[in-house]
T-cell receptor
Framework: GDSVTQMEGPVTLSEEAFLTINCTYTATGYPSLFWYVQYPGEGLQLLLK?????DKGSNKGFEATYRKETTSFHLEKGSVQVSDSAVYFCALYKEYGNKLVFGAGTILRVKS | KAGVTQTPRYLIKTRGQQVTLSCSPI?????VSWYQQTPGQGLQFLFEYFSETQRNKGNFPGRFSGRQFSNSRSEMNVSTLELGDSALYLCASSPRRDSHDGYTFGSGTRLTVV
């Protein structure tokens, strides 16, 4: 079945450091890919998305590129802030099944 | 515009009881999905509703059920609660059945079973 694998955390960085969170997926067909973020005590917020190969999603300084050849959708940010501390989830969506399949989530902690 | 609203935010129930959770989607959104989030299993799909019909169901026992009303509001019910049902239950909505643009999630209902 379809699945998403994320790098294990927690990831601890100093403010202004470069961030990469790896995400790879297994799926037939052409899924859409997403990054969601969850702050403590809250639900999920859509951070960015890409619906086809080579698309780059971007938002709030975060970027991810849909790489079909490597089945990856790695999240990057050039300079993290303390306020970026949260849990980040990579997810895929296919119309067949009409549901999101999530990775396990990666905790990001940014120190000042 | 208002986001996805879930009520209540917190709930404590005893084993064997039943519980009903409510979700009001964004105005105009017709698709509502439910997910369970636990530390051990992560985020798992429960079910999806569109036009008052359950269109898809995840791998959960029959104790988990739901419905959608004509105004797109949705409820989910869990009967005969077990300790393992303690979780954050998230509702998500989208304008259409196909959600390549992504879903909007509510803040969730935190259910604790004691």
């Amino acid at each position: 079945g379809d699945s998403v694998t994320q790098m294990e955390g927690p990831v601890t960085l100093s403010e202004e450091a470069f961030l990469t969170i790896n995400c790879t997926y297994t799926a037939t067909g052409y899924p859409s890919l997403f990054w969601y973020v969850q702050y403590p005590g809250e639900g999920l917020q859509l951070l960015l998305k890409a619906t086809k190969a080579d698309d780059k999603g971007s938002n709030k300084g975060f970027e991810a590129t849909y790489r079909k050849e490597t089945t990856s959708f790695h999240l990057e940010k050039g300079s993290v802030q303390v306020s970026d501390s949260a849990v980040y989830f990579c997810a895929l969506y296919k119309e067949y099944g009409n549901k999101l399949v999530f990775g396990a989530g990666t905790i990001l902690r940014v120190k000042s | 515009k208002a986001g996805v609203t879930q009520t209540p935010r917190y709930l404590i129930k005893t084993r064997g009881q039943q519980v009903t959770l409510s979700c009001s989607p964004i105005s105009g959104h017709r698709s509502v999905s439910w997910y369970q989030q636990t530390p051990g299993q992560g985020l798992q799909f429960l079910f999806e509703y569109f036009s008052e019909t359950q269109r898809n169901k995840g791998n959960f026992p029959g104790r988990f059920s739901g419905r959608q009303f004509s105004n797109s509001r949705s409820e989910m019910n869990v009967s005969t609660l077990e300790l393992g049902d303690s979780a954050l239950y998230l509702c998500a909505s989208s304008p259409r059945r196909d959600s390549h643009d992504g879903y909007t999630f509510g803040s969730g209902t935190r259910l604790t079973v004691v």
